[in-house]
């Protein structure tokens, strides 16, 4: 697991947990009277029980339960233990320091929480906050690369940057913008890896939007019928609108608008068949995985290839001409 999903998973564990919550409001029981009440104690395990029989279902976020044995704590009869420990500490009317000394399933369960609170703070205040603060430039979009079985090769790596740059470039040409160098600010590796790309906000929200674009044709499965999908990214893209208003103004031809068309289409089509897609894309709530969809995607291109190739071949001495 990279260390930006670590901490974004811990981050997600604490909230929805409501560890700051259900610390604080023990913390707030008085020291020295008896205890008649817990305050929202009660109403706060019940929450956090629901929260995790959901968070658990999540294989990233069940990989870090079951880690810090958080089953222990949060199964049906320690649940129940702890409820009906506070219900006895407000009926005997014992004090706080009885709550911890005779009530072990209550000590445990505050300290889990507390547990968890430094655990985030740790990981979000050292291990990634370059790459949370990076993850908030407008600037920069992150990408996800998917793992194959045997590793990412070196030369695939390559690949990918080599064509990113590319599209990069592509969208800078046909927004008028000038020429920048791209940096990648970001580089997490893990059984996946996650890069960053920093570009201007411009071409950063237009990049994000072609794959998003894309990535909903491929979730709800249109993607088998390429020629109405390329139809519709047509009609939905603000920067193939760009490209229609710049033809119809004069400042592209009809051939090279329809050349830049294609490039956008099938540079992106590109990174997905090298399993790039923006983090957030790949963050969404899907019912299929993203590794099948891209998996389906590819054997659906190779079909399509070998019916009706492309108009440009990938790297042909045509594109770089159109790319520069």
Request: hydrophobic share 40%.
């Amino acid at each position: 697991m990279q260390k930006l999903d670590f901490t974004e998973s811990l981050i997600t564990l604490s909230t929805e947990l409501k560890s700051t919550e259900i610390v604080t409001s023990i913390n707030q029981l008085p020291a020295l009277q008896p205890l008649k009440s817990v305050g929202n104690l009660v109403p706060l395990i019940v929450q956090s029980k629901s929260k995790f029989d959901s968070l658990i279902q999540n294989p990233q976020l069940a990989e870090i339960l079951v880690s810090i044995e958080a089953g222990n704590i949060y199964g049906q009869d320690e649940i129940g233990n702890l409820v009906s420990a506070l219900s006895t500490v407000m009926v005997q009317g014992q004090v706080k320091s009885q709550l911890f000394t005779q009530h072990p399933t209550i000590i445990n369960f505050y300290s889990f929480h507390k547990s968890l609170i430094a655990a985030t703070r740790l990981s979000t205040s050292v291990l990634s906050k370059k790459a949370l603060e990076e993850v908030t430039i407008e600037e920069v979009t992150i990408f996800r690369i998917l793992s194959e079985e045997e590793g990412l090769e070196l030369k695939d790596f390559g690949k990918i940057l080599s064509v990113l740059e590319e599209l990069i470039k592509l969208l800078q040409a046909i927004l008028l913008e000038e020429p920048t160098e791209v940096r990648i600010v970001l580089l997490d590796t893990g059984s996946d890896t996650n890069f960053g790309v920093k570009t201007s906000v411009t071409v950063a929200k237009s990049l994000f939007q072609i794959f998003k674009e894309i990535w909903d044709w491929f979730v709800n499965r249109k993607f088998y019928n390429n020629k109405m999908r390329n139809e519709a990214l047509l009609e939905n893209l603000n920067v193939l609108k760009v490209i229609k208003k710049s033809q119809a103004d004069g400042i592209l031809s009809d051939e090279k608008a329809k050349a830049y068309e294609e490039l956008l289409i099938n540079k992106t089509d590109e990174l997905v068949g090298l399993n790039v897609i923006p983090k957030q894309l790949f963050d969404l709530k899907i019912e299929t995985s993203p590794q099948k969809l891209i998996s389906e995607f590819k054997k659906t291109k190779l079909i399509e290839n070998e019916i009706k190739p492309d108009r440009l071949n990938p790297n042909s001495e045509e594109e770089q001409k159109l790319i520069q």
